[in-house]
């Protein structure tokens, strides 16, 4: 089996460059994801409080544990602070709640998912504490600087998990971040579950193309591509065969003309899917409103 290669990230810590994407996936379909996945050889999983599935990734990996199968260190775990969990005086309780759903004494990365803080409320369910009532649950007292001098206190900000696919492609965010030592991780490689038909990648006729001529399939070269920019990527499957092909992308190159034609597909802000201003009803009024600014 072909070890994955790393990103070492400012703080020391290797990082995989290629990890498991598990949003939206179910009990029963992460615990067999993911031990297919570990079968494949992914060493790197994506998960977040707000999946609702760190239960079922837990008991995986402990399957994993208790046989020899793997130690801990094997396995880079990320998750992500919910926005209600944003404030410097909820970090640690989400943190602990989310490493006791892992079975885990540490997570390897933090992200923090929405840099506008939330209030918790105890009468909301965990789907309206993000959604229907956004604009009454923000927090407008806790300024971002405050927040990322907390987190900063036990480690510096290593990595900056954006949307990136052939259509949003980043190139100048990404380059500023990797100017400054930060790593970049790329969500939604295929934009999808949420792309509208007309602006899915994998039907792309240029990735299409590309695709033929190396005979890989067009999840194959966006990740390649990506790869190939230093970016780490984590694409989500349920699905065993599309887990390891996703997986199945280091015996082959780009040449620097594909990887060019693929550059020329970027929309910039058009190829945008993940809308946080969607997702989190009246946050872009928030004072902090990151996406307002360049980048
Ligand atoms: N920080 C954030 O705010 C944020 C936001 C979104 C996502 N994320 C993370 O990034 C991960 C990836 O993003 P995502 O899940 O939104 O989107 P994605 O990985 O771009 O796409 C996942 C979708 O593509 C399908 N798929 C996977 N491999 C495929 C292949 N080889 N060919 C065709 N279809 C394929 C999957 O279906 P099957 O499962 O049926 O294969 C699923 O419907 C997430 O799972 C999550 O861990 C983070």
Redesign the pocket.
């Known amino acids: 089996m072909e070890s994955v290669p790393c990103i070492t990230l400012n703080t020391g810590y290797k990082m995989p460059t290629i990890?498991?994407?598990?949003?939206?996936?179910n009990d029963d379909?992460m615990r067999m994801?993911l031990n297919f996945a570990l079968d494949c050889g992914y060493r790197s999983i994506?998960?977040?409080y707000l999946?609702l599935n760190e239960e079922a990734i837990g008991d995986a990996l402990q399957d994993w544990f208790k046989k020899g199968k793997l130690k801990r260190e094997d396995v880079f775990v990320?998750s992500?602070l919910p926005a209600i969990g944003n404030r410097p005086v909820d970090c640690e309780r989400f943190l602990t709640m989310s490493l006791k759903k892992l079975k885990l004494d540490y997570l390897d990365f933090d992200?923090n998912?929405?840099s506008i803080p939330g209030l918790d409320n105890p009468n909301a369910t965990l789907n309206e504490m993000v959604t229907a009532e956004g604009p009454s649950l923000m927090d407008d007292e806790t300024d971002i600087e405050t927040l990322w001098k907390c987190l900063e206190e036990e480690f510096p900000v290593a990595v900056n998990?954006?949307?990136l696919?052939p259509y949003l492609q980043q190139h100048k965010l990404a380059e500023f971040c990797q100017n400054l030592g930060i790593a970049v991780?790329?969500?939604?490689?295929?934009?999808?579950?949420?792309?509208p038909e007309e602006m899915n990648v994998?039907t792309d006729p240029v990735i299409l193309k590309i695709a033929k001529k190396y005979g890989k399939?067009?999840?194959?070269i966006i990740?390649r591509s990506q790869i190939q920019r230093n970016i780490i990527v984590?694409?989500?499957?349920?699905?065993p065969?599309?887990?390891k092909?996703?997986f199945d992308i280091l015996n082959f190159t780009l040449s620097d003309g594909d990887m060019e034609a693929l550059k020329k597909l970027d929309k910039g802000e058009k190829g945008r899917v993940?809308h946080?201003k969607h997702?989190f009803t009246g946050c872009e009024k928030h004072k902090e409103y990151p996406f307002h600014i360049e980048f």
Do not use: C, W
């Open positions: 990890g498991l994407g598990t949003a939206l996936a379909e994801a994506d998960t977040a999946y990320t992500k992200i998912i929405r998990q954006v949307e696919h991780m790329g969500f939604g490689p295929f934009a999808s579950p949420y792309t994998l399939k067009p999840a194959q990740l984590i694409p989500k499957s349920s699905n065969e599309r887990i092909s996703n993940y946080f997702a």
